[in-house]
Every structure is written in structure tokens, then in C-alpha cells.
T-cell receptor
Framework: DAKTTQPPSMDCAEGRAANLPCNHSTISGNEYVYWYRQIHSQGPQYIIHGLKNNETNEMASLIITEDRKSSTLILPHATLRDTAVYYCIVRLSDAGNNRKLIWGLGTSLAVNP | DAGITQSPRYKITETGRQVTLMCHQTWSHSYMFWYRQDLGHGLRLIYYSAAADITDKGEVPDGYVVSRSKTENFPLTLESATRSQTSVYFC?????????????FGQGTRLTVV
């Protein structure tokens, strides 16, 4: 699985959009981009994933560049409860490939009032 | 309640003792995973299981034993606990299928070995 690079920390004002970048320049054509977050003292929580196209769900939007070498997770209206560590991971789609996930240190997002 | 649950949430044990961390999921997910999380490290895979009676090592398996006699349970045993095994342990599960196969995580067990 490809490795990812994320900034160690970011700040965002409450109510504003939070844009979290991720570089995955070695991603292969059939690897998906997954985003998880981990709120303090809790287990990681799935947010969203995508392959090529931009994706949106009730939690966030995922923008993947055309060359797929980077992506951005967008939290459109950040709240204090979005303060967490956000992990960007790339992997093949089959469930067994969860065993190959490389979890970096993620981006620690602080949403400020 | 549906979901994935870990027990205990907190545990303090002495060096050399055997301790078992429990993980139970109600979805009949095929895959289950055990991770440990330490400061300065991302989640590291200890063991995983593709189905009942099928287990395999992950990145950091030494000192740990797992079993999977039933699909819904995946206990992790530290045979002789050491201080280096002080960590937060997370269990996860996922369906066995293509496409959207995100992992669902338990709340974690904070283990302290003294």
C-alpha cells in the first residue's frame, strides 16, 4: 500500500470550512483513498473514501486531484466536535487489505471557538 | 446493542501475568483486527483474522496470542505481560466484500503493565 503525507497539525475556526490535505504520490491505479478520524480517547471512525471522483456524504467531502497524487478532505462547517486526529490512508478495496493499512500520525485538527 | 465492543476499557496488570482483552462484534463481519496505539506511532497491527479459526500475524505479533473460535469474538491474550506492552489496544472488524469495506473500531482498552 502507498504511504501518505499529512501536515501534523491544523487549526480552524468554528463554522468555517476545514480543508485537510494529503499527499499520496505513489498511489496505484486501483488503490482507494480512505479517511478516518480519531476523537480523543475513542477508536478511529470512518469518514469517507474515493477512487477517482470527488465524493460527498453527510460528514465530509473528498476532493481527489486528477492525477490522484493528492486529496483534500473538506469539513464544510467545522464544529468543536470535529476536533480530532484525521488519518488519510490508501489501500486496495478488498476487506482483507485492511490488514495492510499503514497508519501514520495523521493531522491533528483543532477547531477553535 | 449492535456494534463492536471491547472489554475491559481499562486494565492494570503486573509484569509476568497473563491478561486477555476481549472483542465482540454483532455484525457477523468476517475480518477482525487487533491494533495497538502508542505515542509517536500510528496504529500498528498485531494480529488479524479472516474468519473463524483463521488468524495471521500482523506487524507486531510478538508476545501476543489470538484465537477465533466464533465469528463474533476475537480475544487477544498477552501470555506474560511486559511493560513494553503498556498501550491502548483497539479491535476492529469489517465485512468481507469488495467496494466499501471500511473498518469499524471498538472504543479501545487502555492497558498498563506495572
Amino acid at each position: 500500500d502507498a504511504k501518505t503525507t499529512q501536515p501534523p497539525s491544523m487549526d480552524c475556526a468554528e463554522g468555517r470550512a476545514a480543508n485537510l490535505p494529503c499527499n499520496h504520490s505513489t498511489i496505484s491505479g486501483n488503490e482507494y483513498v480512505y479517511w478516518y478520524r480519531q476523537i480523543h480517547s475513542q477508536g478511529p471512525q470512518y469518514i469517507i473514501h474515493g477512487l477517482k471522483n470527488n465524493e460527498t456524504n453527510e460528514m465530509a467531502s473528498l476532493i481527489i486531484t486528477e492525477d490522484r497524487k493528492s486529496s483534500t478532505l473538506i469539513l464544510p462547517h467545522a464544529t468543536l466536535r470535529d476536533t480530532a486526529v484525521y488519518y488519510c490512508i490508501v489501500r486496495l478495496s478488498d476487506a482483507g487489505n485492511n490488514r495492510k493499512l499503514i497508519w501514520g500520525l495523521g493531522t491533528s485538527l483543532a477547531v477553535n471557538p | 446493542d449492535a456494534g463492536i465492543t471491547q472489554s475491559p476499557r481499562y486494565k492494570i496488570t503486573e509484569t509476568g501475568r497473563q491478561v486477555t482483552l476481549m472483542c465482540h462484534q454483532t455484525w457477523s463481519h468476517s475480518y477482525m483486527f487487533w491494533y495497538r496505539q502508542d505515542l509517536g506511532h500510528g496504529l500498528r497491527l498485531i494480529y488479524y483474522s479472516a474468519a473463524a479459526d483463521i488468524t495471521d500475524k500482523g506487524e507486531v505479533p510478538d508476545g501476543y496470542v489470538v484465537s477465533r473460535s466464533k465469528t463474533e469474538n476475537f480475544p487477544l491474550t498477552l501470555e506474560s505481560a511486559t511493560r513494553s506492552q503498556t498501550s491502548v489496544y483497539f479491535c476492529a472488524s469489517t465485512f468481507d466484500r469488495s467496494g466499501n469495506t471500511e473498518a469499524f473500531f471498538g472504543q479501545g482498552t487502555r492497558l498498563t503493565v506495572v
